[in-house]
């Protein structure tokens, strides 16, 4: 049986993730909380998820690439830096990264680059979260994952396209921007709104998490799929077929 490891065990999703293992017959290979030794963990298990802090990625990514073991990473609040360092281990070991791994999403965001390639630039493009009080970054993973998937759409570089965080006197809004709004409360699992806007109609694509369940289900089966797989960045939509 494929042995697990997991990268922030005694969390939100390090424990939803140990109940999945559970559930689809895998086995726990052991897990790593702050202070702990990811290198241990890498050698013993056959496969890595990672669902901790940004700060943590680096010893993680790491520890992986040193004992030749692919990686799920799952850690959102990651910075252009830390997506450089999983290109890097990418070169040496098989590497999953991404702000959701639910099907639902993975969907949602084929959807959301179809809608972005079809419409013209004068429908304006804003995504809507919430998460629960918890959440210590934003925009989600999930919404930087969506505003990816439209800007492809549209044939634009994100970077340069987004308005995250308007506050005060903002000016009208600019053309062809990619616009972002967290809200924050409560125990929201997760929820993702992507609005389409054109003048006099709307579009509206959404995904609603009932519980974090959906994400470890996930986490396990694009560990198990991993497993074996050489050296690479893979997608969830490899995963599932999408
Ligand atoms: N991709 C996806 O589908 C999803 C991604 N996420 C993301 O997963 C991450 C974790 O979320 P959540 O479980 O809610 O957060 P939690 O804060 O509940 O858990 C984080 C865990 O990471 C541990 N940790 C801290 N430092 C280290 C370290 N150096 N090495 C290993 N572990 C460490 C913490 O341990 P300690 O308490 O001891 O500090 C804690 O157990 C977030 O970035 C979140 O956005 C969440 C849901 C779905
Ligand atoms: O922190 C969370 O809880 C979640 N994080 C991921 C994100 O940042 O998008 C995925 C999910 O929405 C829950």
Redesign the pocket.
């Known amino acids: 049986m494929t042995k697990i490891g997991i ?2 065990s ?5 424990q939803a993730i140990r109940d999945a293992i559970g559930a689809a017959g895998a086995d726990y290979a052991g897990g ?3 202070g ?1 030794d990811p290198m241990a963990l890498a050698r013993e298990a056959d496969v890595l998820v990672d ?3 940004p ?2 990625l680096v010893g993680n990514l790491g520890a992986a690439v040193a004992a030749g073991k692919p990686i799920v990473v ?4 990651l910075s252009a830096d830390d997506l450089q360092n999983v290109d890097d281990a990418a070169q040496h070991v098989a590497v999953l990264q ?5 099907l639902g999403v993975t969907l949602l965001s084929a959807l959301v680059k179809q809608a972005a390639a079809r419409l013209g630039p004068d429908w304006d493009i804003e995504i809507v979260e919430m998460h629960h009080r918890h ?1 210590v ?1 934003a925009p989600s ?1 999930t919404s930087l994952l969506l505003g990816a998937a439209a800007a492809e759409g549209r044939g634009v570089d994100l970077a340069t396209h987004s308005d995250r965080g308007r506050d005060g006197l903002t000016g009208a809004r600019k053309e062809g921007q990619i616009g972002f709004a967290a809200l924050r409360g409560g125990s929201v699992a997760g929820d993702h709104m992507v609005i389409l806007a054109g003048n006099g109609e709307r579009i509206e694509l959404g995904h609603r998490a009932e519980s ?1 369940a959906i ?1 470890a289900q ?1 986490a396990v089966r694009a560990a198990l799929w991993l497993a074996g797989k050489p050296a690479g960045r893979y997608r969830m939509a490899d995963v599932l077929g999408l």
């Not at 799952?74 to 609040?77: E, I, M, P, S, V």
């Open positions: 990268y922030g005694e969390g939100r999703m390090g790593v909380d702050a702990g669902f901790s802090v700060s943590a799952g850690t959102t609040g991404t702000g959701n791994t639910s959440k970054d993973g974090r994400f996930g």
